[in-house]
Every structure is written in C-alpha cells, then in structure tokens.
C-alpha cells in the first residue's frame, strides 16, 4: 500500500539556520502531497500542498517541491526561528486515502 | 465559529464511566474524521463518515462508537475504557476524501 516515510527526528537548529526536513512517498498512480504542522497542544494545521509533479508548494517562507523522479517532498526554510519549533508531518492522499508520516519534531534555539 | 471545533478539549474519566467527545465542522465539507495520536506512534485513523455514512473503521475496538447525526457533527462515545485509550484524539473534515483535511484542536483524554 501507499506509504510516507519522513526523517527521524527530533532536529534540533539554532535561529537563522536552513531547514530541510526529508520526506519521500511510495505510491501508485499520482498522489497529492501535503505538509502539515503541529504546533504544542494543538491540533495539525495545513502547511502547503503540491497536487503534480514539478508543483512548488509555499507557504510562511515553508516550500517544498514535487519531485516525481525521486518519489520526495522534502520541506525547507531559509531561516527558521524558535516560533517553528513544532511536529511537521509529510502526508499523501491517492485513492481516497491519506496517509501520514510519522512525524518530525523541530526544536529551535535563539 | 471557524473551521474544525472539538469539546472538551481535555477529559479524564475512569474505566467504568461513559463520556462523548464532540466535533463540529464549519466548512461546508462532507467527510469527516476521527484519529489517535499516542506519543511515540504514527497517527491513527478511527473511522471515516462520508456524507454521514461510516466508510471506514479501522479495526477499532468496539469500546469506540462513533456518530455522525449530519454532515457538521461528529461524535465519539466513549464506555469503559482502558488506560491505554489515554490519547489526543482529533477530528478532521475534508470536502471530499479527495482533498486535504482540516484538523481539530483535539481532545486530550486520560483514562484513569
């Protein structure tokens, strides 16, 4: 079946460091792709979404592309600050069913 | 009121007690969604109604009963837990099972 298989965490960066986070999918025919994130007590909000290949999702200095050629999603940042410290989840909808990796926690220290 | 609302959003009960956690959606959306999330696990999908009918239950023990009276509300009721219920659980609507989900709060319960 369909599966999402994202980097273990926890990543931990100092203010102002690049953020990449690794997330790669396997799946037949042509997934959605989408990044969530959790901040502290709170339920997973929308990130950014990619719907085909080659699509550039963006969203508060978060992007991530769609690369079909290499199954990925990887989410990056420029300059990350402590108020992204939070769980990101890479997740895929085919088929009617969406799948969830297991979750990434960011720590980011001023 | 916007987007995804669940109540309470924190409940402790004993094992013998019967509760209901409640969500409501206000996006016009018509599938809607229960999850766990344990710490330490993968999130994992409960149940699934679309335009108010079950379409999914993932293997969930029967001591989980889910309702979907319309297409705005969603209801899980609760009766004689486990310990091993203590969870976040979260509730998503989407406005079809095409398209992404909207997340409630959650309700973060503690079996005692």
């Known amino acids: 079946g369909d599966s999402v298989t994202q980097m273990e965490g926890p990543v931990t960066l100092s203010e102002e460091a690049f953020l990449t986070i690794n997330c790669t999918y396997t799946?037949?025919?042509?997934?959605?792709l989408f990044w969530y994130v959790q901040y502290p007590g709170e339920g997973l909000q929308l990130l950014l979404k990619?719907?085909?290949?080659?699509d550039k999702g963006s969203n508060k200095g978060f992007e991530a592309t769609y690369r079909k050629e290499t199954t990925s999603f990887h989410l990056e940042k420029g300059s990350v600050q402590v108020s992204d410290s939070a769980v990101y989840f890479c997740?895929?909808?085919?088929?009617?069913?969406?799948?969830f990796g297991a979750g990434t926690r960011l720590t980011v220290k001023p | 009121e916007t987007g995804v609302t669940q109540t309470p959003r924190h409940l402790v009960m004993g094992m013998t007690n019967k509760k209901s956690l409640k969500c409501e959606q206000h996006l016009g959306h018509n599938a809607m969604y229960w999850y766990k999330q344990s710490a330490k696990k993968p999130l994992e999908l409960m149940f699934v109604y679309n335009f108010k009918e079950q379409t999914e239950n993932n293997s969930v023990p029967s001591r989980f009963s889910p309702e979907c009276p319309n297409s705005s509300h969603l209801f899980l009721h609760l009766h004689t837990l486990q310990p091993e219920d203590s969870a976040l659980y979260l509730c998503?609507?989407?406005?079809?099972?095409?398209?992404?989900?909207?997340f409630g709060p959650g309700t973060r319960l503690t079996v005692t």
């Open positions: 990619a719907t085909k290949a080659d």
């Open positions: 997740a895929l909808i085919n088929n009617n069913d969406m799948r």
């Open positions: 998503a609507s989407s406005q079809d099972r095409l398209a992404e989900q909207y």
């Open positions: 799946a037949t025919g042509y997934p959605s």
